[in-house]
């Protein structure tokens, strides 16, 4: 059977991932040299110095680039760094359009380290073309999105942008490859922060590029090289061994976050929630079309504003007060001063009454009885 033809689950754990031709492991090796015995000067085995390259991190990207339906993937030291490389391609000065409510690192990046015009929007159709240049040269989309769970129609929006002659680069973290494959629907880049569910287990800081096109990977390859932001052995062998288990721990994923969304769209001390499952969310159809699941985040606003969304933070017990997302335990914060404060004063600054929730894979009742216990601290 051609690798076109397996299932994501065997992709995710065969892939890149023969057994050992020396010893029959069936765990690609850990790989921690450095530099690598050449036969001559020039003539060696494919690997000669572990910035340019290494196998446990060659096993890793071919992996990825299998899931993604990708004809390159390539690993970062950090999701940032996999999206600093993206963005490195583009000539100084050419315009990016960026979402309204990005997430705060991206934000940063944009508006304070590269050299790039950017325009923030709703990346509707009205809001491209309102923020449309003649210089722009390419569209970040995120979807869901950081923190507030918007949809994007990413075939709508690849079309658009292909018919200006711009690139569409989709933020694929919250979705993963297993949820939602943005190649598949005319995205020219996809991006990762490998730390989240691909890892999967707060132990592991990475980042992955994956693209369509074998001239983009190419010059992406040179930039890995070149800017050296790369991962180390230990960190590929771990975001390996995360991606075996993707496609279960997103089952769960999902199903605790929908019962976590019902629970809460219920209460009488939460605003609002943001949870593309929910019927009423505005991206629910969209987000039906293009995923297979709709994620293990959820975000909500609790009345009563900032102060009562900080007791509540720090009421939780399973849900741990913590930065990060999508890994097996589940974790709650407070955006507006914690992931997003970058974006402070800024077009795209946060309710300060809105806290997410990354919900892992405990038991789905105990964690809506954290929640609710949490937000006792509020009333009704």
Not at 66 to 81: D, I, P, V
Request: aromatic content about 6%; some cysteine.
């Amino acid at each position: 059977m051609s690798r076109d033809q397996q299932g994501f689950e065997t992709l995710a754990i065969h892939a890149g991932q023969p057994p050992d031709p020396v010893t029959g492991a069936v765990v690609p090796p850990l790989s921690l040299s450095t530099t690598f015995a050449q036969r001559a000067v020039g003539e060696h085995l494919g690997f000669e110095y572990s910035r340019s390259g290494n196998p446990t991190r060659a096993a890793l990207e071919a992996c990825l680039a299998a899931l993604e339906g990708a004809s390159r993937a390539l690993a970062f030291a950090s999701g940032l760094a996999a999206e600093d490389a993206v963005l490195r391609t583009l000539a100084e000065g050419t315009h990016v359009v960026i979402p309204d409510d990005a997430y705060g690192g991206t934000f940063r990046l944009v508006d304070r380290v590269s050299r790039l015009a950017y325009t923030p929007c709703d990346m509707s159709p009205a809001g491209l073309d309102a923020a449309w240049r003649d210089d722009t040269g390419l569209v970040w989309v995120e979807t869901p999105t950081n923190p507030l769970l918007s949809i994007v129609d990413i075939a709508a929006v690849a079309a658009f942008a292909h018919s200006r002659s711009a690139l569409l680069a989709v933020d694929n973290t919250f979705a993963t490859p297993y949820l939602q494959q943005p190649l598949r629907l005319g995205a020219d880049v996809v991006v990762h922060s490998a730390t989240k569910y691909l890892g999967g287990h707060s132990d592991v800081v990475g980042g992955v590029v994956a693209v369509a096109d074998f001239e983009m990977g190419e010059r992406l390859a040179f930039l890995q090289n070149a800017a050296g932001a790369v991962p180390g052995p230990f960190d590929c062998y771990l975001v390996l061994r995360g991606l075996k288990t993707l496609p279960v721990r997103m089952d769960r994923h999902c199903a605790n976050a929908s019962a976590v969304a019902a629970f809460l769209a219920e209460h009488p001390a939460v605003a609002s929630v943001r949870y593309p499952g929910l019927a009423d969310h505005p991206g629910h159809d969209v987000a039906g079309r293009q995923m297979r699941g709709f994620g293990g985040m959820v975000s909500f606003t609790v009345a009563g504003g900032e102060e009562a969304a900080l007791r509540v933070a720090r009421a939780t017990s399973l849900f741990t007060l913590a930065e990060s997302l999508g890994a097996v335990e589940s974790l709650i914060e407070h955006p507006a001063r914690m992931t997003h404060a970058s974006a402070a004063g800024s077009a795209l600054a946060v309710d300060p009454a809105l806290l997410r929730l990354s919900v892992g894979i405990e038991s789905a009742a105990d964690l809506v009885d954290d929640l609710a216990s949490a937000l006792s601290s509020v009333g009704a």
